[in-house]
């Protein structure tokens, strides 16, 4: 049974902007066999440095993401350094397609680092294994953070991790492809699906032959939840079980199926191509769809590379009401502690410096999203690029629209995203009817968040 999460063909989280090179809504999928060495996590003590004889502690910080995360993190940590020189702090990253293998392998060797980057798809995996610090023991302030992307991290071993941003599920749309093909922009506070399908269709019609009107959903969670929030469902209940039916999933790819015949989406081979391009190659960014589900913070990444001024949309709901689009504020990723750190009130004055300083958010800015502490948000605003700007007011203008936050991944939910791809490519591709898809899709989902 694989206790942590170790992707073989990891793929980059969309909602991390410099990441290189992010993906659509993109997680890693298939969860391979972890280390047995792992059987017990509570036998041995961590690997952080001793304290030196000067009384001097140093603390290792692991974290994925590209070349501009790396230089922002690193000069928070000089801030950090500044201010506490008895505490130094030891960067570890690298990109994500390596990231959770290398975290695997330390936490089974009892080497994990002191402060962890965390995503939410594996932080219950890693709580509930006791690999990580129930940081409400800690002086780490929480009073100004949005609540719920604090309550996500949360769960049955406490708070193990602490909001680093905030995204919310969004769609991006290119004002270029609109314009050419003479179809106005829609109106994202009252139109539905049946609203999407029609746009996309026009814009389909009305553009050169390998354009689109919107790019295909179907290779991420964000986009099923949404869709199963709007329909009464969720991807998971809070007991760690999912939380619909074969036939939810099978109307959702049916609805995808006809966007495909009408054209308002690419090809089934179109849509496995896309699937492997990087951010900048995407659909959106070249032209090539007018629409695209994306995470809120992918936009100025985005916007850059397309070189459009990107209008960020909210879902289409079934009722044409932005107050039933289903919406929620995520963590984009969470920092969190090593349960075996040998300086957890070091490490806990280190989150609380990135969580709530303004030194702190004056130099990350928007690189892991919203800052989720409004106070630094409001201080840091002016220093931001016009298109994080953008993000924010978003993020701000579906506040009093949010549903209810999500329960969080469980256990194995690191498989998930990997069947939902595999299954959607076997319908488009006619290989299995929806009804099929959505039985054999839902067997495999139970399957892994069980075993």
Same mark, same amino acid.
């Given at each position: /049974?694989? @206790?942590?999460?170790?992707?073989?063909?990891? #793929?980059?989280?969309?909602?991390? #902007?410099?990441?290189?090179?992010?993906?659509?809504?993109? $997680? +890693?999928?298939?969860?391979?066999?972890?280390?047995?060495?792992? /059987? *017990?996590?509570?036998a041995?003590?961590? &690997?952080?440095?001793?304290?030196?004889?000067?009384?001097?502690?140093?603390?290792?910080?692991?974290?994925?993401?590209?070349?501009?995360?790396?230089?922002?993190?690193?000069?928070?940590?000089k801030?950090?350094?500044?201010e506490?020189? $008895?505490?130094?702090?030891?960067?570890?990253?690298?990109?994500?397609?390596?990231?959770?293998d290398?975290?695997?392998?330390?936490?089974?060797?009892?080497?994990?680092?002191?402060?962890?980057? /965390?995503?939410?798809?594996?932080? +219950?995996?890693?709580?509930?294994?006791g *690999?990580?610090?129930d940081?409400?023991?800690?002086?780490?302030? !929480?009073?100004?953070?949005?609540e719920?992307? @604090?309550?996500?991290?949360?769960?049955?071993? &406490?708070?193990?991790?602490?909001?680093?941003?905030?995204?919310?599920?969004?769609?991006?749309? =290119?004002? $270029?492809?609109?314009?050419?093909? &003479?179809?106005?922009?829609?109106?994202?506070?009252?139109?539905?699906?049946?609203?999407?399908?029609?746009?996309?269709?026009?814009?389909?019609?009305?553009?050169?032959?390998? +354009?689109?009107?919107?790019?295909?959903?179907?290779?991420?969670?964000?986009?099923?939840?949404?869709?199963?929030?709007?329909?009464?469902?969720?991807?998971?209940?809070?007991?760690?079980?999912?939380?619909?039916?074969?036939?939810?999933?099978?109307?959702?790819?049916?609805?995808?199926?006809? @966007?495909?015949?009408?054209?308002?989406?690419?090809? *089934?081979?179109?849509?496995?191509?896309?699937?492997?391009?990087?951010?900048?190659?995407?659909?959106?960014?070249?032209?090539?769809?007018?629409?695209?589900?994306?995470?809120? =913070?992918?936009?100025?990444?985005?916007?850059?590379?397309?070189?459009?001024?990107?209008?960020?949309? #909210?879902?289409? %709901?079934?009722?044409?009401?932005?107050?039933?689009?289903?919406?929620?504020?995520?963590?984009?990723?969470?920092? %969190?502690?090593?349960?075996?750190?040998?300086h957890?009130?070091?490490?806990?004055?280190?989150?609380?410096?990135?969580?709530? =300083?303004?030194? *702190?958010?004056? !130099?990350?800015?928007?690189?892991?999203?919203?800052y989720?502490?409004?106070?630094?948000?409001?201080?840091?605003?002016?220093?931001?690029?016009?298109?994080?700007?953008?993000?924010?007011?978003?993020?701000?203008?579906?506040?009093?629209?949010? &549903?209810?936050?999500?329960?969080?991944?469980?256990?194995?939910?690191?498989?998930?995203?990997?069947?939902?791809?595999?299954?959607?490519?076997?319908?488009?591709?006619? #290989?299995?009817? !929806?009804?099929?898809a959505?039985?054999?899709?839902?067997?495999? /989902?139970?399957?892994?968040?069980?075993?």
């Amino acid at each position: /049974m694989p @206790l942590f999460p170790r992707p073989a063909a990891a #793929r980059q989280p969309a909602e991390t #902007r410099s990441s290189r090179p992010a993906r659509r809504f993109r $997680k +890693t999928g298939a969860v391979a066999a972890a280390a047995a060495v792992v /059987m *017990a996590l509570s036998a041995c003590g961590g &690997g952080s440095a001793p304290q030196s004889a000067d009384g001097t502690v140093e603390l290792r910080f692991s974290w994925w993401g590209g070349d501009k995360r790396a230089q922002l993190t690193q000069e928070a940590i000089k801030q950090f350094e500044a201010e506490n020189p $008895k505490i130094k702090i030891k960067p570890e990253f690298g990109d994500w397609s390596g990231y959770w293998d290398k975290l695997a392998t330390q936490v089974a060797a009892n080497d994990a680092p002191d402060i962890i980057q /965390m995503d939410e798809k594996y932080i +219950t995996e890693y709580s509930s294994r006791g *690999a990580l610090l129930d940081l409400s023991k800690y002086d780490i302030d !929480t009073s100004k953070l949005d609540e719920a992307a @604090l309550n996500a991290g949360k769960g049955d071993d &406490g708070l193990t991790g602490i909001p680093a941003g905030i995204n919310a599920a969004t769609i991006l749309a =290119n004002p $270029k492809v609109f314009e050419a093909a &003479g179809v106005p922009l829609p109106d994202d506070s009252k139109w539905t699906w049946e609203d999407f399908g029609r746009i996309a269709a026009e814009v389909t019609e009305k553009s050169p032959k390998g +354009t689109y009107g919107a790019a295909a959903y179907g290779t991420d969670e964000a986009s099923l939840g949404v869709w199963l929030r709007q329909n009464g469902k969720s991807l998971y209940t809070s007991d760690g079980k999912l939380g619909f039916e074969p036939s939810d999933i099978s109307e959702w790819w049916a609805f995808l199926k006809e @966007l495909s015949k009408n054209k308002a989406v690419p090809s *089934a081979s179109e849509v496995v191509e896309a699937e492997a391009a990087p951010l900048d190659q995407s659909g959106l960014a070249t032209g090539k769809n007018g629409l695209a589900f994306w995470w809120s =913070n992918q936009a100025p990444a985005l916007e850059k590379a397309s070189g459009a001024d990107l209008k960020i949309l #909210r879902f289409p %709901s079934k009722t044409g009401s932005s107050a039933d689009a289903g919406l929620w504020y995520k963590a984009s990723q969470f920092w %969190s502690a090593s349960s075996r750190t040998k300086h957890p009130e070091e490490t806990a004055k280190f989150i609380n410096f990135l969580a709530n =300083n303004v030194k *702190a958010g004056e !130099t990350l800015l928007a690189d892991r999203g919203v800052y989720p502490n409004a106070e630094v948000r409001a201080a840091i605003e002016s220093k931001l690029t016009p298109a994080d700007v953008k993000v924010v007011k978003f993020i701000d203008q579906i506040k009093d629209e949010l &549903g209810e936050a999500p329960a969080p991944p469980p256990k194995g939910a690191g498989a998930i995203q990997e069947i939902i791809k595999r299954y959607t490519s076997e319908v488009l591709f006619e #290989r299995l009817s !929806t009804d099929e898809a959505g039985k054999k899709a839902v067997d495999e /989902m139970k399957s892994a968040i069980s075993s």
